[in-house]
Each structure stands twice: as structure tokens, then as C-alpha cells.
């Protein structure tokens, strides 16, 4: 995936995708958000699944997101349901906050007859007001009535949050089966998007799903690294949110997969979190272009990914890309200033395919060179800075007047 | 410094100081700029100077940066002059700008019959257009004519790219002296913003001198400190420029310090290069109100500044002070993302005196609190993490929208 080019950035299918075998999901309205929009979704498994998840490094972790580690700690990777509210991110809540998700949390395991650290759970929206758990506790009941197999659409509906449109992808794995029995083995992923659009929005969630048999560290290793190469390779505002989380469950209900079969269904787990970072950059109102930065010929993996960081995250780069300016002396001086070292002399800049700087000077470049270096949706930076083996891309969006706007208007 | 509150951002005395003695200068227009506004300065010292300097870190450094550094370290810190152009950055020009460079630099070396190597030099506006190198030369002479003692104003104005005024700051230090001759000191700043209004003009150069007698490991070290506590404590879009450079030149015309005396020129130096930074960060049309953030009780002082740098330069805090919105969720949540140990139940944040988080939860605020929070030419942002001994601040701008228009126009 390090060679992974997915840089026309991912318009999913209009129709959503079924999630796979063994799950039942649904999406509804509790009543938190204002509006009456959908806010509650519920994600059930038949049976006990394997579980994992990748939480927000962010020091300040919202009240669900220490409920769900502490969970996934006592179980040791195992779930039967995962709950997620929007409208209230109950996050710097206090010990309040924590009381509030703990008393949803046993309301759901409650209805569905399970322990409750069985019960994964995370919340977003505005951060610093209390969950109102009640509106939660009184609208499962009827919630876990609607819970259907098929379509993820419900359920990524009421996650949503400022998102312009909700977030699904898919893969299916044909895969040979441990036991020579051969299965397909389904991935279904559903995201919402971070909060470049919205003060006090700034959270991530996403949920990969897939009806193999895998035990809790293939899934965990598995997660890690389409995690590593997916949402970790994707900045919105540069801000880490309080409650960035991706979960990841596996109910078995399809089949055993073949060690084989694991590699599989590893890259597929990795394309759909990739394709799902891709829409959370792409999504919302203050986004500009779509920018995909890819640094080659680094002395190193880490150094060739604080390159493509650097640049992909400069303010002056952003604001090129949304002017349709293919400046490459915002991209240089990015580069040097990313704490690796680099030759200026051995750096070569291209744009939508087109040169603009090599061997420490500028490239000859024709008006309709120019014009085409940062065209389209999503603006291309390929970056040479020497030969070594070092590779790793980083990816962004143009920074719009819009994104301030949208962030400066008052409403905590 | 460290415990210095320069909070209410300086605005200059109308008038600009005078250099201190042993020093002239002057500034005139050599055509570079279009416009024909001044675009060429130069400082002169009437005997050898002792000279420091602390460059950009950006490993893409511009032509004049790389001769100006080779003379340092060639003439052990001495020079005699300080030409600097604006309207073109001499960077990103390859082996021909610098040869240009040095074109200039030869002469104005035969100009003033000094060696080459005492010769400093600096260029500032677009990157990776070679300078024209006969203006300067043929300007040169005529300049030279119009060198004076007194003001600062015709020098600090030509260097201005994009700033929306000059920018200068002095202090007088009552010296004892060494042989117990008493003098006074003079210190007199000047300095050129950074590029958060135009495209390729991200360069910050200041130059600090002085007339008392200063060896060069002493005025090296005060520079250091002094850039440490001023320029290095500010942001205004987070990308280290090709040409940053903060020069420091004493000349010893008035007298000898004593060690006392020394420790005084410091502090003083350190306030002029301050008050530069402070007026850096907020000059110009895209610039919101200033962000002076402080953390103290952190585990160590490097780790407040971690703290203080991470909530200065975030996006969604400094849109939030655009919005003149208090949003605490958003310092909280850059205080978390920092990369040092922070407890939440340990935090308080207060801004413009009004306490909004303390101990992991909200504070009760009124309105007015509220509205007095992020109001002001400068919203100070108070940040409490624990006990530990450990304190530094930062400073930055609110980002407005009238920053992304000016950063996306098409200029290339």
C-alpha cells in the first residue's frame, strides 16, 4: 500500500454495501442532535466477535473512548455490539462523562443479554457538554427492533456528524479456506469525517467489519496496519480530536481463512480504510482540493513520510493548491524544513505529472504545463529527493477561506 | 524573559531610534521592485564590527544565507557592511544565484575597501527568480553617498517586502564599564516580517546592533539567547523560510562593558529582538488578532514549550480567536496532541483572566466573562498543566480568511 496510488480521491457507490455475514446494524434518532436528524447507531453481532481498535493518541481522551479500551482490555478483544451517538462527543466531561456512557453502555448490554464489557462505545459532536444518556437509554429498545442484515447506510447515516455525505466502502475477498473449504470473505467499512468543517467537531470514527474467522492479535496486527497506512497518513486541520477511534470486528460467519487467505484479507482491510481516510479528507464544505503527496528516493521509510507530512501539511502548500498555483518554492521550502536531511541539489518536484524543479533549479515549464500541474480534483505532488529506498505518502486538502469561516464562526 | 508578558503586541514609537554609535545606514531603490519603491539597503560599520548571526534551519537555503555564513565562519565574526535587497529571495537559484550574489557582495566590498569576507548579505522576496545583480551594483556607489549616522528608518524600510509598516525598537543600557568609565549603551533593532500575506515571501530578517565592545563568542551567545526567546517563540504559518536570517553587529564605539554591564546589553537585546518578533506576528493584512499563549507548571520547560507551541499554532485555536470564540475544547485538545505527558484532571485554562477549564471539567462563565475572554488586540491564553517547575510561551496570530485569499492568489 506504500506503492498504493489512490489519488483520485474515493467517490464511493451511491448504493451502500451489505455489511458482512453475522452482522446487524441500524441508525435512528434519539433526540440529541437538535435537529431530529439520525444520532444513534447500533452495530450488533450474533455471536461474540473478535474485536480491536486504534484510539486518538490525543492525551485528552473522551469518556467513551476510555470505556471502550478499558473493555477491549478486559475481554481481551471481543464484542457483541458497538454503540456510537452523535451530537455530543462527552468528551472533558469529567468523571461525570464517564458515569453518563457507562449507564448506556449497561442499558445496551442489558437488551442485548451480554456482559457489558461486551459493549464497545464512542460518541462525537461538541465537546464539553454532557451526554444526555437518557435519550440514549429510552430510544435502544426500540433501535435494536430495527436491526437489519444488508445495508450499512442506516448506520453510517447516524453517525454522521457536519459530514456532507455519509461514508461506506467494500471488499470482497475470495479466499481458498483454512479447511480447503473455499468462502468469500466480506469487508465493510463506514466512516464520518474529522472536523475541519465544524468547531468542536474534530472527530474521526470509523468501523471495519468482516465475516472471517480471525483470532484478536491477526485482527489487532491487522488493524495496526491499514490504520498506519490509511488514517494515519491523512490530515484534516493538523489536530488530533478527543475521540479519533477505528474499530475493527470479525464474526467469523463466513469462514477459516487460509494463512494465504490472511494476506488477502489484510490488503483488502487496508484498501477499504484507505479508501474511507481518502473520503474523510475529501468531505465537507471547507475542503479544498484534494492533495496527494508522494515522496520517493529518501534515505529511509520515516524520513521519506516527514517529507510528504511537511508538505502535505504546510499552510503555504494548502493555500497553493486551493489557488490552482503549482508553486514549487512553498513545496522546497517545506522539504527543508522537514527535520530530515535533504540535497537541495538532488531534489526533483513534479505536479500533476509535470516538472517544476530539479537538480536545484527551476524546470522550464510552458503556460499549459503550468495549468495542468495543480488541475482536477485532487493535485498530485511527486517528490525525488535522492536514491535511496525511502518511500511514503501523506495526503491533505486545500485550506479554503471556507475552512475559516466555518471555524471562526462562535458557537461553543 | 522567560517570565516576560509582552503581551500587549508592540506597536512602535512613530519615530524611528537612531543607530547606536559607530554605525550609518541608509536605503534607496535600485529597481528590483517594479514598483520602484525602496528595495536596497545597507548598514556600515566605520571600523571592523564584531558580527553574529543565526540563519533559517531550513536545509533549503538561499544564496545569500550560504555567503554570508561562509564569511562568518572566515573572518571568526567580523564585518564591515550588511547589504540587503528586497523584491527578489536569491533562493532556490542554484550555482548562478550564487554567483550573483557574490557579484554584489565583491562589490561592495571594493565600494567600502574592505576584504569580501566582511561583507554580509541577505536577500528577500521571490523565490527562485535570479537577482539581478547589475541593479545592485550600479546602485551601489549612490547609495553609499547617502550613508548616514541617526535614524534607522530609510534601512528598516528598505527591506520591507509585504509589511505593512517598518518595524524598529531600541533600548539605552546605563553601563558602569570595565574600566570603570561609565557609558551608555545603545541597541537598536530592525526587522522585515514573515510571509503570511504574499506567496514566496516568507522571510524574516532582522538586524540588532550595538556600540558597546562585544567579543564575538559574547555577542554570539547573546544572540542565541536572544533569538531563542523571541523568533524562535513565534509562528505565523508554521514553515521556516529560505532566508530567515537575525544579524548582530557591535561596533564598540562607546565603550567597554563590565560583566555586569554584560548581563544587562543581554536582557536588552533579548527585549529589542522580542518586540521585533512580536510586531512580525502581527503586521500585515492577513494577520487576526495576536495569541500570546504561556504554560507553566509542566514537568520541564521543554515540555511546556511543546504545550505552548502546539496550542499557539493550531489551526482551530487560531481560527477560534479570529471568531473571538473561547473555545477551551479546542486548547484542550491541542494540550493533548502535544506529544509530552499531560493529566487532564490536572488542567486550567484561563484566557484574558477568565478561568474556562479547571480540574477536568468546565467552568461555570458568564457572558461577560465570556466576551472578555479572546477579546483584545492580543488574546492571552493561560495554561496551568500540574506543578512542575517547568514554563515557557509562545506566540502566534488568529488565521483569518483574508490569509487564505492572499496565500491562494495566483502569483507564480
Not at 462527552?90 to 461486551?118: F, H, I, K, S
Not at 522546497?332 to 536531511?341: P, S
Amino acid at each position: 500500500m506504500a506503492d498504493a496510488r489512490l489519488d483520485g480521491m474515493a467517490t464511493h457507490a451511491t448504493t451502500a454495501p451489505a455489511w458482512p455475514k453475522g452482522f446487524r446494524a441500524t441508525g435512528g434518532a434519539c433526540g440529541i442532535k437538535r435537529s431530529g436528524a439520525p444520532d444513534l447507531a447500533l452495530l450488533v453481532c450474533d455471536a461474540p466477535a473478535t474485536a480491536a481498535a486504534v484510539f486518538t493518541r490525543n492525551l485528552v481522551a473522551a469518556a467513551p473512548v476510555q470505556v471502550s479500551r478499558a473493555h477491549l482490555a478486559a475481554t481481551g478483544g471481543m464484542a457483541r455490539a458497538l454503540i456510537v451517538n452523535s451530537g455530543c462527543a462527552n468528551a472533558a466531561t469529567g468523571d461525570e462523562g464517564l458515569a453518563r456512557c457507562r449507564r448506556t453502555v449497561r442499558a445496551a448490554a442489558e437488551l442485548l443479554q451480554c456482559p457489558v464489557d461486551q459493549v464497545l462505545v464512542n460518541s462525537t459532536g461538541v465537546i464539553g457538554v454532557q451526554l444526555e444518556a437518557g435519550k440514549i437509554v429510552d430510544a435502544l429498545p426500540g433501535l435494536a427492533r430495527s436491526l437489519a442484515a444488508g445495508s450499512c447506510e442506516p448506520f453510517a447515516r447516524a453517525i454522521m456528524t457536519t459530514d456532507a455525505a455519509p461514508k461506506w466502502a467494500s471488499r470482497d475477498v475470495r479466499c481458498s479456506g483454512a479447511d480447503g473449504a473455499a468462502f468469500t470473505a466480506r469487508i465493510t467499512g463506514v466512516a464520518k469525517g474529522a472536523g475541519m468543517i465544524h468547531p468542536d467537531m474534530a472527530t474521526m470514527i470509523a468501523t471495519l467489519t468482516t465475516d472471517a474467522t480471525l483470532d484478536a492479535p491477526t485482527l489487532h496486527g491487522m488493524l495496526r496496519d491499514a490504520v498506519e497506512r490509511s488514517f494515519h497518513r491523512i490530515s484534516v486541520d493538523g489536530d488530533t480530536s478527543t475521540n479519533d477511534s477505528v474499530f475493527a470486528l470479525a464474526s467469523g460467519a463466513a469462514g477459516v481463512p487460509s494463512r494465504e487467505d490472511l494476506k488477502a484479507i489484510g490488503t483488502a482491510l487496508t484498501e477499504v480504510a484507505h479508501e474511507l481516510a481518502l473520503m474523510v479528507v475529501c468531505d465537507g464544505e471547507g475542503a479544498g482540493p484534494g492533495i496527494a503527496v508522494h515522496v520517493e528516493g529518501a534515505r529511509t521509510a520515516s524520513d521519506a513520510l516527514a517529507l510528504a507530512r511537511t508538505v502535505a501539511t504546510s499552510l503555504l502548500v494548502r493555500t497553493a493548491v486551493t489557488g490552482r498555483d503549482p508553486n514549487w518554492g512553498r513545496i522546497l521550502a517545506a522539504l527543508g524544513r522537514a527535520g530530515v536531511h535533504v540535497d537541495p541539489a538532488s531534489i526533483e518536484v513534479r505536479a500533476g505529472g509535470v516538472a517544476l524543479f530539479s537538480r536545484g533549479a527551476p524546470a522550464a515549464v510552458t503556460p499549459e504545463e503550468r495549468a495542468r500541474a495543480f488541475a482536477g480534483d485532487t493535485v498530485t505532488i511527486d517528490v525525488r529527493v535522492g536514491t535511496g529506498p525511502g518511500r511514503d505518502s501523506f495526503w491533505s486538502a486545500g485550506l479554503t477561506t471556507r475552512y475559516v469561516e466555518l471555524n471562526s464562526a462562535y458557537t461553543t
